[in-house]
């Protein structure tokens, strides 16, 4: 699904960022990536959305080349990747339905799909008695929740987790990594990035570790080596 051939990315003769990177992510996989701050995680996230560009060698999207595409083609194919954030990055003066219904409405859904898929995703991520509630009313695990919800809404085929539990407390960081393996189950692609050892290993799939911007582990068995 996902393929990375002899990518590197310099910012300048002493910055580099990606070293060489080969890496396949097939379809349906959860992948977890580790590493330290610095190591190289975002940027290689980066490729895959296009937001940034290698210095040398190609990102695939199936047989796609990111960076080859039209604009007009990226968008297509950021439609089909959901993002959260550690951030979580969700819209402060809209209900959870209308942040849902925003994101629906960006991918020219009716009012009607709009009405009987939101109160549907919010009951996966057990919201469903939150519909109406603003982003202030809500809990750091809940705006997650929330903001998961909005990333899967419109059916992606991948979804990238960035440092999602970063911000928050065990109890809320064990429902989330609960979320995103039912995700998997449902057959969508996760890529996950964390610092946090207890998630890889309750994950309990593949984790590949990334130390100065090489790869150094690609492990199937979920365990965090660093």
Known sequence: MIYFNNVSKAYGPNSVVLDDINLT??????????????AGKTTLIKMILAEDRPTSGNVFFESLDINSLRRKDLINLRR???IVFQDFRILPNKTAYENIAFAMEASGKTDEE????VPHVLELVDLSSKIHHFPHQLSGGEKQRLAIARAI????EIVIADEPTGNLDPINTYEIVQILKKINNFGTTVILTTHNK???ESIGKRVITIEKGKIIRDDKDGKYMI
């Open 198 to 200: 207890g998630v890889v």
């Open 114 to 117: 709009i009405a009987g898929d």
């Open 80 to 82: 089909r990747i959901g």
């Open 153 to 156: 809404i419109n059916q992606p």
């Open 25 to 38: 992510i097939s379809a349906g996989e959860f992948v977890s990536l580790v590493g330290h701050s610095g």
